[in-house]
């Protein structure tokens, strides 16, 4: 698929994730002089328009953002961290950190189980988690022996039905875990949504993409 712009100019493709990462990207645009003229949330549209008749924005699930950019379908887009370290980057440049979408990847267990106890005793855990690689990884390096359970949502349920010991999720306020009488017992990581850039595009669209990256940066430092 190839968009072309006006006067034979590259059309340039963004890729946004609906929710939070859409709307604390609405700044970064602004100050980069494009407003989006739809609202994702409203509109049934995947392909919205902006100011800039060259520039659109796909609207995709948060963790097909880094396929779409890997592949060129967009030639940049916003995702997590979270995202980014299960999808592996390849392809990818990520010259930014947004600093928007702030959270953390944390390990929580039903209020009643004792974490420590069981990872000091070495049990063997049942961990549900849509980021299995994350998960792997800071288990491995614990030592701690995991069953990985992998779910595409709704991780909260896993603890409170017995489908798992724990669950490895991004938690923002806590809310969610309070409301499902789950305790966040480890932090993982600080989270936050970074810009990708597709390597090729970087190339061939330079002019067009690199006053956008430098708004962006300037305006997410503005963020603090
Ligand atoms: P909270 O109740 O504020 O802790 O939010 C936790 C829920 O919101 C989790 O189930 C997450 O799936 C989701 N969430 C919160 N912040 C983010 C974020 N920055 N990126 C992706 N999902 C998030």
């Known amino acids: 698929m190839t968009f072309n712009g006006v006067n ?6 963004l890729a946004l994730s609906k929710g939070r990462i859409f709307e604390d990207t609405l700044p ?3 100050a980069a002089g494009i407003e989006v003229l739809e609202n994702p949330e409203t509109s049934r549209k995947l392909i919205l328009s902006t100011n800039d008749p060259g520039v659109r924005v796909l609207i995709v699930r948060a963790s097909d953002v880094p396929t779409y950019v890997q592949h060129g379908a967009a030639d ?19 010259p930014i950190d947004l600093r928007i979408a702030q959270c953390r990847m944390s390990v929580a267990v039903n209020a009643g189980f ?7 005793q070495g049990a063997r855990l049942r961990v549900a988690t849509k980021f299995v690689n994350t998960a792997r990884e800071h288990f491995a390096s614990k030592g701690v022996h995991v069953d990985l359970i992998k779910l595409y949502g709704s991780m909260e349920l896993a603890p409170l039905v017995g489908l798992s010991d724990a669950i490895v999720d991004v938690v923002s306020t806590g809310g969610t875990l309070r409301a499902n009488n789950l305790v966040e017992v480890e932090k993982i990581m600080d989270i936050s949504s970074r810009l990708v850039v597709n390597q090729a595009a970087l190339k061939l669209k330079r002019e067009r993409l690199q006053p956008i990256l430098e708004a962006f940066e300037r305006a997410s430092q503005q963020q603090g």
Do not use: C
């Not at 034979?8 to 493709?13: A, N, V």
């Not at 940049?76 to 990520?94: I, N, S, T």
């Open 114 to 120: 004792d974490y420590d106890k069981a990872v000091r």
């Open 8 to 13: 034979g100019e590259p059309q340039l493709i």
């Open 76 to 94: 940049f887009g916003v995702a997590g961290k979270d995202v980014l370290l299960e999808h592996g980057g390849e392809g990818l440049y990520q």
């Open 28 to 30: 970064l645009l602004s």
